[in-house]
């Protein structure tokens, strides 16, 4: 009976023009709709199978609609690890060339320090023109060798520093924050201001940085460098699977809220100040009482990114 009544769920549904936000909430009613008549828990994961499963059963209309509103909020984190990868595969297929050269480069000059040794014990016996000429001919091949491979050497160096370069590129992560990086909240901060011309809600960027004077008694740049990886794991540990934690720069994390007003972004902001300042933070078995300076600032389409952030950074010092 169930699955009757699910193919004729399916089936009406296939016959409907999928040409409006309202469309795509009919769809997306639909595949919840499925997944309880299959018995499947709701969740993320599963929604995504089956969201992206029925889309194939939908007509090329109906997909064009509902995959332009997908593009808006297109994660490119997936996009990067495929990149990285492959980045990855060619850096180590370049490093095990590099090696191979490097080692007949090494047996080379092996081989020409025992041909040195041995015909300079030769010429020390018999000094003649002939056997200086053999010397000769043999040298010349070797360093022919040599030469050959260093400058494989030579390439392949070259190709790995830009294929590192061009990992730098593709990375989304601040190695030393454990956090995303600058480029990747840009890149986050563009994609929420197209959906939001489309759809209207609210988002809001939430800007952090330790108040100077609340560690002014601490002397090494490196204490304060592990101070802030501390923040920097409590916010991310306590923020949602939505959220976008970044390093932005100059000690100054920025946090995507999706969906969130600017009322609820100062809730936030709030919420996360009280965290730090209840903490417990010991370094050189002293406790320092932390202090986090924050401003909201939403993101609004009808302005530029770069002065959503800049909004954001004065409020930081007022």
Known sequence: ?????????????????????????????LVLKRMLLDNIPPTPQNYQVYFEKLLLGQNIQQQKAIQEILDLEKDSKSDHIVEIEKNAKESFSLMKSLANSISIVYQKTRQMQALVK?????????????TLVSFEEELNVLSQILNTHINNITQKYKLISKASKDFEDYTIYDKRFEVYNKKYLLSVID????????????SA?????????????????????LLMKTVAKMILKTSRRS????????????????????????????????????ANFILDSQEVEVRLLTAVEKIDPNITK????VSALDKLVT
Do not use: C
């Open 243 to 278: 959220d976008i934690v970044s390093y932005y720069e100059n000690d100054v994390f920025i946090i995507v809220l999706k969906h969130t007003n600017f009322d609820q972004a100062l809730q936030t902001a709030q919420r996360v100040e009280n965290m730090i300042a209840d």
């Open 205 to 225: 960027i939430l800007a952090l940085k330790i108040d100077e004077e609340s560690i002014s008694n601490i002397k090494w740049q490196k204490d304060k460098t």
């Open 191 to 202: 994609s929420e201001l197209e959906s939001i011309k489309v759809f209207g809600h609210h």
């Open 306 to 309: 770069e002065q959503i952030i």
């Open 118 to 130: 041995s015909k300079k014990e030769e010429i020390a016996k018999n000094p003649n023109k002939y």
């Open 1 to 29: 009976m169930a699955t009757i009544e699910k193919d004729k769920a399916v089936t009406s549904y296939d016959q409907k023009q999928v040409v409006s936000l309202k469309g795509v909430n009919n769809f997306s009613q």
